[in-house]
């Protein structure tokens, strides 16, 4: 059981820069893939980043390539998304997830998901 928490985010003007954290309880953090995902209202909830378990590989969406960047920290549970040069379309719920397999950027291949910290761009 992995129990994930998220923190950092807030109301930003556009261009601005936002870090968001997710903490995760349990030893075995280092054996699980890890991802943000958002869901803007009355959008489907949709894969923003991962970072794979051992070597670290990334994957990003196109929308905020070049804009965000993963990375984690296996010592301290936690794995961190930075985003800059944010736009009001990066206004949504943005969820940290873990996934014991190895498909990365589906929705439904995560096992456990945190409550999800709230991002607003204004314009």
């Known amino acids: 059981q992995v129990q994930l928490v998220e923190s950092g985010g807030g109301l930003v003007q556009a261009g601005g820069s936002l870090r968001l954290t997710c903490a995760a309880s349990g030893r075995t953090f280092s054996s699980y893939t890890m991802g943000w995902f958002r869901q803007a209202p009355g959008k489907e909830r949709e894969f923003v980043a991962a970072?794979?378990?051992?070597?670290?590989?990334?994957y990003y969406a196109d929308s905020i390539k070049g804009r965000f960047t993963i990375s984690r920290d296996n010592a301290k549970n936690t794995v961190a998304l930075q985003m800059n040069s944010l736009k009001p379309e990066d206004t949504a719920v943005y969820y940290c997830?873990?996934?014991?397999?190895?498909?990365?950027?589906?929705?439904?291949?995560?096992?456990?998901w945190g409550q999800g910290t709230q991002v607003t761009v204004s314009s």
């Open positions: 970072i794979t378990r051992g070597n670290g590989s990334t």
């Open positions: 997830a873990a996934n014991s397999g190895a498909v990365v950027t589906l929705l439904r291949y995560y096992d456990y």
